[in-house]
């Protein structure tokens, strides 16, 4: 096992840095992106019921040793999760369908909070991400792409979060919180040739949104987005490695989502 470990942080840190020496695992810091799933996880304010976690048993057997098992119920986009293509596109990939190389790679973390945190529509622009490459140099094709809008530091607070602590349908005309451009979704595509997108608010559209464009645009372009990431602010903005795996679901137009980061040797 050993070997297959020091062999799988070998070749990422080949394909990644290939003028590198290789490192081992021990040396690589990972981040977790994630938020957990429990009675607090947030869902579309529609979505109902939420996260369930049922005990089937719990505690000794007969027999004297200690076993447990439970059962989960969760909708499919809800907390730390990704967006496959078919969510928003016709007979693009399920969530079952990506292939490993959508979901893994060099990433990009572009800090957009200052202006974001001032107004909860805002809509991230191709001028922030040119300003960004105007320090960092251009970002290079099949890079995975992480928006920080700041907006992870209020989850789970759904009122924060959100916009609004309302749920149901009468919650959506209340939504307000930041999102992606559609004209910076298909810049990205087109100009930068971009893995997939992710950021910290429930959405890749804006709270306000009434045709998700964004979402039009990125999955129907078959590359995936991650929604609602974690510890953003950990990371720097560029030099890191991104492993992004969903749970398996068949057909699945989404499912919850473990995504995690390291810092390339520099």
């Known amino acids: 096992m050993k070997k297959i470990a020091f ?15 290789v490192v081992s695992s021990n040396d690589l810091n990972w981040i977790d992106l994630s938020h957990r799933y429990d009675s607090a996880t947030l869902y579309w304010p529609n979505n109902s019921p939420g996260f369930e976690h049922v005990t089937e048993a719990e505690g000794k057997t007969p027999l004297g040793y200690y076993y447990s098992s439970y059962r989960i119920s969760t909708p499919e986009h809800g907390g730390t999760h990704l967006d496959a293509p078919i969510h928003f596109a016709e007979n693009k990939l399920t969530v079952d369908q990506l292939p490993l190389s959508s979901l893994t790679g060099n990433a990009v973390v572009i800090d957009v909070s200052r202006k974001a945190l001032v107004n909860r529509d805002y809509q991230i622009s191709v001028e922030d991400v040119e300003s960004w490459e105007k320090v960092n140099n251009r970002i290079p094709d099949n890079t995975i792409i992480l928006f920080r809008t700041g907006y992870g530091q209020y989850y789970p607070n759904r009122e924060k979060y959100f916009g609004t602590p309302k749920t149901g349908m009468e919650a959506i005309p209340e939504l307000h919180f930041p999102g992606i451009l559609p004209e910076t979704t298909q810049w ?12 910290d608010t429930p959405s890749l559209d804006y709270g306000q949104s009434k045709t998700f464009k964004t979402h039009q645009i990125l999955l129907g372009s078959n590359r995936p987005g991650f929604e609602n990431l974690a510890n953003l602010e950990q990371l720097p903005l560029k030099g890191i490695y991104v492993v992004a795996l969903p749970m398996k679901i068949a057909k699945g137009s989404g499912a919850p989502l473990r995504i995690i980061a390291t810092l390339l040797p520099q």
């Open 188 to 199: 990205l595509i087109e100009k930068r040739a971009i893995k997939a997108l992710g950021l």
């Open 7 to 21: 062999l799988l942080v070998a070749g990422l840190t080949a394909c990644a840095q290939p003028n590198h020496a």
